[in-house]
């Protein structure tokens, strides 16, 4: 059974940066292509970035792009997001999620395409 478990949220001015965690276990990571999510209070669950299984292919959100950075770490099983230029539109709760994919080249943008998914960190950004 997979067991994803996102860490680093916290308090942070605008303008401020943060490194969300997400190590996966039970199985080995590079199988899967790995995704980061957020969720505000009274909104839909809203796609933030993905990496494909080797970290070659990468796909952001333009909310996101160019403030956030995905990238991986599979002999750590872990996936990262530094999260740069914060703003307090940014604050919600951060999810990251995985899929397994028989490609390499693959990256996934939609949460239904995602079969496992961590609890979540909250990130509060403070103007």
């Known amino acids: 059974q997979v067991q994803l478990v996102e860490s680093g949220g916290g308090l942070v001015q605008a303008g401020g940066s943060l490194r969300l965690s997400c190590v996966i276990s039970?199985?080995?990571?590079?199988?899967?292509?790995m995704g980061w999510f957020r969720q505000a209070a009274d909104k839909e669950r809203e796609f933030l970035a993905t990496?494909?299984?080797?970290?070659?292919?990468?796909d952001y959100a333009d909310s996101v792009k160019g403030r956030f950075t995905i990238s991986r770490d599979n002999a750590k099983n872990t996936t990262y997001l530094q999260m740069d230029s914060l703003k307090s539109e940014d604050t919600a709760l951060y999810y990251c999620?995985?899929?397994?994919?028989?490609?390499?080249?693959?990256?996934?943008?939609?949460?239904?395409?995602?079969?496992?998914w961590g609890q979540g960190t909250q990130v509060t950004v403070s103007s």
């Open positions: 990496i494909s299984r080797t970290g070659s292919n990468t």
């Open positions: 039970g199985l080995i990571s590079r199988r899967f292509v």
């Open positions: 999620a995985a899929s397994a994919s028989a490609s390499t080249a693959a990256v996934l943008t939609k949460p239904y395409q995602y079969d496992d």
